[in-house]
């Protein structure tokens, strides 16, 4: 499955910005999809996942009660909406699908593949 991220930009502190992820060559609806970021300097980190079998969500602590997974399998395209970004948030953000199921969700290592990832950048 080939995936294709977008949606990245510069946005000022407290602004929201949606990322999109789109993917083809393959069923969406049977892999788990994870976003995750990558400052300058710093190593890719889980940022959140949805489940393919439970379609549970998965956050890390800085994206709760401020970032929203969610995937439209009639699209095939996976979205993280950000809001409230800060100057920490600013990164690469990678989407990413796996064949594994939910306890793997946050482990970069169990994701196959990769989308080319969108620079996110937030101004104080």
């Known amino acids: 499955v080939q995936l294709q991220a977008s949606g990245g930009g510069l946005v000022q502190a407290g602004g929201s910005l949606r990322l999109s992820c789109a993917a083809s060559g393959g069923n969406f609806r049977i892999y788990t999809v994870g976003w995750f970021r990558q400052g300058l300097g710093t190593e890719r980190e889980f940022v959140a996942a949805?489940?393919?079998?439970?379609?549970?969500?998965y956050y890390a602590d800085s994206a709760k009660d401020r970032f929203t997974i969610s995937r439209d399998h009639a699209k095939n395209t996976a979205y993280l909406q950000m809001n409230n970004l800060t100057p920490e948030d600013t990164a690469v953000y990678y989407c990413a699908a796996s064949g594994y199921t939910d306890p793997y969700a946050r482990e970069l290592r169990k994701y196959d593949y990769w989308g080319q990832g969108t620079l996110v950048t937030v101004s104080s």
């Open positions: 949805s489940g393919y079998r439970s379609g549970r969500t």
